[in-house]
C-alpha cells in the first residue's frame, strides 16, 4: 500500500477475511479485520512511506494467527502515560493502539532495518 492510500485499507480487510476463511478460521475475521485495519491505518498515516500488511497462522493444536504491518519509519509510536488520560469521546483519532492492546492476545514493535513492525496475534482456539 502506497502512503496515505487509505481506500487500500478495506482492499486489505477483504483480502484478510478471505485468506482467514480459507484457513478454516473465520471466526477470527472480525477482531482480525479491526486491529489490522488499526495498525495499517497508523503505518499509511504517520509514515514517509508505506505499508506491507502479512498475516500468517501457525499449525498445531495451539494455531496463532499473527497479522504484521511492516512500515519504513523507524520511530517507535510514543508509549501512552500510565494514567494518561484518554482521548475525548469526540476525538477523532488516538484509539488504534488502545484497541489492539485491548483486544490482542499479545502485540509489539519491532525494529526492522529503516523501518519498524508493528503485530498482534490472536488465538484460533476462539475461533
Given at each position: 500500500m502506497a502512503r496515505a492510500d487509505l481506500r487500500a485499507v478495506a482492499d486489505t480487510r477483504r483480502r484478510l477475511r478471505d485468506q482467514l476463511r480459507q484457513?478454516?478460521?473465520p471466526a477470527l475475521a472480525d477482531t482480525a479485520?479491526?486491529?489490522?485495519?488499526?495498525?495499517?491505518?497508523?503505518?499509511?498515516?504517520h509514515t514517509g512511506g508505506g505499508a506491507v500488511l502479512t498475516a500468517t497462522l501457525?499449525?498445531?493444536?495451539?494455531?496463532?494467527?499473527?497479522?504484521?504491518?511492516?512500515?519504513?519509519?523507524?520511530?517507535?509510536?510514543p508509549p501512552r502515560p500510565q494514567g494518561a488520560v484518554p482521548p475525548a469521546d469526540d476525538a477523532t483519532s488516538g484509539r488504534g493502539l488502545l484497541l489492539v492492546e485491548a483486544?490482542?492476545?499479545?502485540w509489539g514493535i519491532q525494529a526492522r532495518g529503516a523501518g519498524k513492525t508493528v503485530w498482534f496475534?490472536?488465538?484460533?482456539?476462539?475461533a
Open positions: 484457513w478454516g478460521v479485520e479491526l486491529l489490522a485495519t488499526e495498525i495499517v491505518t497508523n503505518a499509511l498515516q501457525s499449525q498445531g493444536p495451539a494455531r496463532r494467527l499473527r497479522v504484521e504491518v511492516h512500515d519504513t519509519l523507524a520511530r517507535r509510536p483486544l490482542a492476545d499479545t496475534e490472536l488465538g484460533a482456539r476462539a
